[in-house]
Nanobody, 113 residues
Framework: QVRLTESGGGSVQPGGSLTLSCKAIGINFAIYDVGWFRQVPGKGREAVATITSGGRRNIVDSAEGRFAISRDNARRTLRLRMDNLKPEDSGVYYC???????WGQGTLVTVPS
């Protein structure tokens, strides 16, 4: 059974940094495209950063130059480094494997305005 567990969320002042981590269990992590997705109240879940099994990365325009996604296949871990955080980055961040419709429980990021 696939299990994704996020950690690293919290409250940080504008301009601050956070690193989110996601540990995958029960999955051959290396062969899947994975990503980080954000959800705010009243809106659907949107992709923030994705990385393919081959290492190709995509970052949402609003986070380009501030966020970096990385994966460690040996440790079955996905990370999202977030720098220069802004209030609009706030939300619940989910680690996800779209092709399996597998999601973690989410970790809350709050950047007060």
């Amino acid at each position: 059974q696939v299990r994704l567990t996020e950690s690293g969320g919290g409250s940080v002042q504008p301009g601050g940094s956070l690193t989110l981590s996601c540990k995958a269990i029960g999955i051959n992590f290396a062969i899947y495209d994975v990503g980080w997705f954000r959800q705010v109240p009243g809106k659907g879940r949107e992709a923030v950063a994705t990385i393919t099994s081959g290492g190709r990365r995509n970052i949402v325009d609003s986070a380009e130059g501030r966020f970096a996604i990385s994966r460690d296949n040996a440790r079955r871990t996905l990370r999202l480094r977030m720098d220069n955080l802004k209030p609009e980055d706030s939300g619940v961040y989910y680690c996800g494997v779209l092709s399996l419709n597998a999601w973690g429980q989410g970790t809350l990021v709050t950047v007060p305005s």
